[in-house]
């Protein structure tokens, strides 16, 4: 369990206590269940991670909402997206392994995450991976609901694929942007699990690597016939 839920539970045990000895019995029953649904909310299960050679797994439970071709910095590109409701699990994974090369916190509004401009204006951490031959970005997205991303690792650092790195409380949304030539695995309206389901499959040299990476994402262009 990430210790958020905790502290939050803690706090509604505290207001539970409190409404039992200054008024009546009766009232406390609205804490106690927040505080249990805290507790349920920021879960936080062990998962099976992959290993599959030039493997991007999924950064978040939910819904994939979006397979979009796109142009970035002149590179053709793909970003799957995925929307996490208030019943999923929301602690972040990293979708390969390597070392955080960029991480940038763009403050934004806190629009519809299902929308497709929550992308590039809704609030956002955006965090690129570097692996030994390939190179993924990924984003923490806020929505309506969510208005606090959690990022625990800082530039530089080594992480592995499906390691936790971070949360989104409340309702959000997870983008993943990759090179065109990586194949994605899922489709529109697949349910996903962070850490343990493949979201896109890099072609593997004799080496047993994936394919070449690329840069950080700037602002996106639509390619012709995206969605």
């Known amino acids: 369990m990430v210790r958020d839920g905790i502290y939050y539970a803690a706090a509604a045990l505290v207001v539970a206590v409190l409404l039992v000895f200054f008024t009546t019995p009766w009232l406390s029953l609205l804490p106690l269940l927040s505080g249990i649904f805290c507790l349920w909310f920021f879960r936080d299960p062990e998962r099976i991670i992959p290993a599959v050679a030039g493997a991007i797994v999924s950064p978040g439970d939910g819904k994939v909402t979006d397979i979009v071709p796109f142009l970035a910095g002149g590179r053709n590109q793909t970003r799957i997206s995925i929307f996490l409701n208030v019943f999923d699990v929301h602690v972040n994974r990293s979708p390969i392994a390597g070392t955080i090369k960029y991480i940038e916190y763009r403050q934004g509004k806190f629009g519809n995450a299902l929308a497709g401009e929550s992308a590039e204006f809704n609030e956002q951490n955006v965090v690129t991976v570097e692996g030994e031959s390939q190179t993924v970005t990924f984003k923490q997205i806020a ?3 969510a ?81």
């Open 147 to 227: 208005r606090r991303i959690v990022f625990t690792k800082k530039q530089g650092d080594v992480v592995a694929r499906g390691e936790r790195v971070g949360l989104i409380k409340f309702g959000s949304r997870v983008d993943v942007i990759f090179d065109s030539q990586i194949a994605p695995q899922v489709k529109l309206g697949d349910r996903v699990r962070g850490g343990s389901t493949i979201l896109a499959l890099a072609p593997v040299s004799e080496g047993g690597m994936g394919a070449t990476g690329s840069a950080p994402v700037p602002v996106a262009t639509p390619v012709s016939g995206g969605k």
């Open 143 to 145: 929505g309506l609901i």
